[in-house]
């Protein structure tokens, strides 16, 4: 049986210079939680702005659980995902996040149409304001979208876009 050799033979091991990082703001510290969708023990940032939120009658993804089939409802979430595959007859899918999770969206050609600009361009998007409230069906149906991106601030977020 032969003798395995080491994978690098008698190269001689080189000493690499250390390299020093600057230490990370807050703020890029959290959006590259947000990107990497790692549990953090910090605030989502949908929970700071719950307050606003509320007031805008906008309900957690939470409180859509144990609602009952067609219950007009609205929400908000940081938009994380856009698709809208050739199959699916002019429908976009969007998957929005909260400080409890994810919710997913269909949104019709007719109403992507109507809110083309805020369906394409919202980071913080609310789906079902009235008239025409969103209907809860396990996934949100969205009737209107409206876009709430500037309570955001400079907080940077990205959502992954298919078409």
Do not use: Y
Request: glycine content about 8%; overall charge positive.
């Amino acid at each position: 049986m032969e003798r395995q050799l080491p994978l690098f033979g008698a190269t001689p091991v080189r000493e690499r210079p250390g390299v020093s990082l600057p230490v990370p703001r807050v703020a890029d510290d959290r959006d590259g939680r947000l990107r990497q969708h790692r549990p953090d023990a910090r605030p989502h940032p949908l929970s700071l702005l719950r307050k606003q939120l509320g007031a805008h009658r906008c309900r957690r993804s939470r409180d859509l659980l144990p609602l009952a089939h067609g219950t007009p409802v609205r929400m908000a979430g940081l938009v994380t995902l856009r698709q809208r595959p050739e199959t699916a007859s002019g429908a976009t899918f969007v998957t929005l996040e909260d400080e409890d999770g994810m919710v997913n969206v269909v949104v019709w050609r007719d109403v992507g149409e109507r809110h083309r600009r805020v369906l394409l361009e919202s980071r913080l998007l609310v789906v079902g304001r009235a008239p025409g409230i969103g209907r809860w069906r396990a996934t949100l149906i969205a009737r209107r979208l409206s876009d709430l991106s500037p309570l955001l601030g400079s907080l940077s977020t990205e959502s992954r876009d298919f078409r």
